[in-house]
């Protein structure tokens, strides 16, 4: 199975200010066919996982633009520009490049 | 818009078989497009994928739960569901439905989690 870690696993962070969460991966993520299967996704408390970046660094509809993901290969990063309060909770990177489709441990976003 | 719906008993007695259903609404399960997933998600701790269905019944399984799972379609009623056999204390979690686009490139395959159900908590004790 394709090992994904996360970094920081917790993340304090002043609103209005930027922060940025890591993902690597044990193995390349660039399938067969070219693309890149990493995505993220956000859980806010008592809420269901709701997609945010697929394919490295597409947003998903309805995403706001604060929010961004680049990477290759084996590292990849979500940057959110300005942090803001509805921005709170766990955020998981995701390969579905492999199976089984594997996630990371997920990153703490809190407000300082 | 798709909107997904998990549903089935909330309490488990150990060694016996969870089974969930998910019902898929504003969307056709059978058109082909996409692939239809589970995954837990243990009190307090991260997601594990469980496995997913293309709407033709062609499974995978993680296999870490391979010999305990099984993913059934029914087109007819746009549902999919999940049985877990055996199950322990350990099975306690929070289990959700998703669906994955399908993509192509001389095979099938899935690709992101697009849409996700609520959830529905399945706690295993006797």
């Known amino acids: 199975d394709i090992v994904m870690t996360q970094t920081p696993l917790s993340s304090p962070v002043t609103l209005g200010q930027p922060a940025s969460i890591s993902c690597r991966s044990s193995q390349s993520l660039v399938h067969s066919d070219g693309s890149t299967y990493l995505s993220w996704l956000q859980q806010r408390p008592g809420q269901p996982p709701r997609l945010l970046i697929y394919k490295i660094s597409n947003r998903f509809s309805g995403v706001p633009d604060r929010f961004s993901g680049n990477g290759a290969g084996t590292d990849f990063t979500l940057k959110i520009s300005r942090v803001e309060a509805e921005d709170v909770g766990v955020y998981y990177c995701m390969q579905a490049t492999q199976l089984p489709h594997t996630f990371g441990q997920g990153t703490k976003l809190e407000i300082k | 818009q798709v909107q997904l719906q998990e549903s089935g008993p909330g309490l488990v007695k150990p060694s016996q078989t969870l089974s969930l259903t998910c019902t898929v609404s504003g969307g056709s399960i059978s058109g082909g497009d996409y692939y239809w997933s589970w995954i837990r998600q243990p009190p307090g701790k991260g997601l594990e994928w469980i496995g997913h269905?293309?709407?033709?019944?062609?499974?995978y399984y993680n296999p870490s739960l391979e010999s305990r799972v099984a993913i059934s379609i029914d087109t007819s009623k746009n549902q999919f569901s999940l049985k877990l056999s055996s199950v322990t204390a350990a099975d306690t979690a929070v289990y959700y439905c998703?669906?994955?686009?399908?993509?192509?490139?001389?095979?099938?395959?899935?690709?992101?989690?697009?849409?996700w159900g609520q959830g529905t908590l399945v706690t295993v004790s006797s």
């Open positions: 269905i293309y709407y033709s019944g062609s499974t």
């Open positions: 998703a669906r994955s686009p399908r993509k192509r490139s001389g095979y099938s395959y899935a690709s992101e989690l697009d849409y």
